[in-house]
C-alpha cells in the first residue's frame, strides 16, 4: 500500500526557511519522478519542484533559486528546502508522484509566512 506522509510545515516570517519531508511507503518511491505540490485557498493546486530518477530537477518559476528539491533514497524520502520565504508561499504542500496520482494526495503539511 502506497502512503506519502508529507511534515516539516508551520509559521515562519519573511525571508525564514523551513524544509519539508516526505516519507514514502510501497516501491512507489524508487521507480517514480517525485513532486511537490501547494495549494492555497481559493487557488489550484500547482506544481512547486519535482525531482527524476536520476535527480534531475524541475522548478517553479516563483521559486527558482529559493527552494531545491532532492531524494534520499536510504529513507525513502523526498525533501523541500525552501529558503527565502515570502508571504505568496503560504499554501498547504503536498508531495505525490509527477505527473500526480489522484489516490495518493495525503493531508499535506502547512505553511504560513508572515510578513
Known amino acids: 500500500q502506497v502512503r506519502l506522509v508529507e511534515s516539516g510545515g508551520g509559521l515562519v516570517q519573511a525571508g525564514g526557511s523551513l524544509r519539508l519531508s516526505c516519507a514514502t511507503s510501497g516501491n512507489i518511491f524508487s521507480i517514480s519522478p517525485m513532486g511537490w505540490y501547494r495549494q492555497d485557498p481559493g487557488n489550484q493546486r500547482e506544481l512547486v519542484a519535482r525531482?527524476?530518477?536520476?535527480?534531475?530537477?524541475t522548478y517553479a518559476d516563483s521559486v527558482k533559486g529559493r527552494f531545491t528539491i532532492y531524494r534520499d533514497y536510504a529513507k525513502n524520502t523526498v525533501y523541500l528546502q525552501m529558503n527565502s520565504l515570502n508571504p505568496g508561499d503560504t499554501a498547504v504542500y503536498y508531495c505525490n508522484t509527477y505527473p500526480p496520482i489522484d489516490a495518493h494526495w495525503g493531508q499535506g503539511t502547512q505553511v504560513t509566512v508572515s510578513s
Open positions: 525531482v527524476g530518477g536520476g535527480g534531475s530537477t
